[in-house]
């Protein structure tokens, strides 16, 4: 069974620049996530969709972060514009649960640093 | 609101020590319980979980963990660790209140040879 992709691996940009990433979820998996790592903390998720519907999106940061879910499979994390503190690792996670309560397969993470 | 709370941060034991990780969670209805773990250079992975039944889950390499509803608590242990368990150690739990998966902030381990 293939993983969870994210691409790109990593990317450096500068403070107000935009930057774009991408998640293709296991095949079938109706719940995705994206968490964003700081380092030394835990994930904190910042949005989760059941299918291409938001089932949350509390905890981002709507003024410049934005995210899709195209068909219900892919997904981009989008950050226009940038600033110094968004440097972290996204991560891109998806379940086969409808309501997210198994077991979340994780991506290898995007590592964004922001100059 | 939910929350997950990792007590240790930071943890450096000799191998063959036994190993014991806090992590405790508010109360929200019904909460499936994990542990994951990252491995230097790989991606978070599941150690073990809880849904339902006997209170004490085993995992992969040797993890346990006791689920303690009166404490609100779902513990890691390990009797001897290895070198090769180094690595960073997170606590989650799905609430079906918020429908949520949160996760603790971790703990990382380090194991001396």
């Known amino acids: 069974e293939a993983g969870v992709a994210q691409s790109p691996r990593y990317k450096i940009i500068e403070k107000r620049q935009s930057v774009a990433f991408w998640c293709n979820p296991i095949?079938?998996?109706?719940?995705l996530y994206w968490y964003q790592q700081i380092l030394g903390q835990g994930p904190k998720l910042l949005i989760q969709?059941?299918?291409?519907?938001?089932?949350?999106d509390s905890q981002l940061p709507k003024d410049r972060f934005s995210a899709e879910r195209l068909k219900g499979v892919d997904s981009t994390l989008k950050i226009q514009p940038a600033k110094l503190e968004d440097s972290a690792v996204y991560l891109c996670?998806?379940?086969?649960?409808?309501?997210?309560?198994?077991?979340?397969?994780f991506g290898q993470g995007t590592r964004l640093t922001v100059v | 609101a939910q929350s997950v709370s990792q007590h240790n941060h930071h943890v450096i034991l000799s191998e063959a020590a036994s190993l014991e990780l806090g992590c405790n969670y508010s109360?929200?209805?019904?909460?499936?319980l994990f542990w994951y773990v990252q491995y230097p250079g790989q991606h978070l992975q599941l150690l073990l979980k809880?849904?339902?039944?006997?209170?004490l889950v085993k995992g992969i390499k040797g993890f346990e963990a006791e689920f303690i509803k009166s404490k609100f608590s779902f513990n890691l242990r390990k009797p001897s660790v290895q070198w090769s368990d180094t690595a960073e150690y997170f606590c989650?739990?799905?609430?079906?209140?918020?429908?949520?998966?949160?996760f603790g902030q971790g703990t990382t381990l380090q194991v001396k040879p």
């Open positions: 996670a998806s379940s086969s649960s409808r309501t997210g309560d198994t077991e979340a397969f």
């Open positions: 095949s079938g998996h109706a719940t």
């Open positions: 969709f059941q299918n291409n519907g938001v089932v949350d």
């Open positions: 109360y929200g209805g019904t909460v499936n």
């Open positions: 809880y849904f339902s039944g006997d209170p």
């Open positions: 989650a739990t799905y609430s079906s209140n918020t429908g949520k998966l949160i």
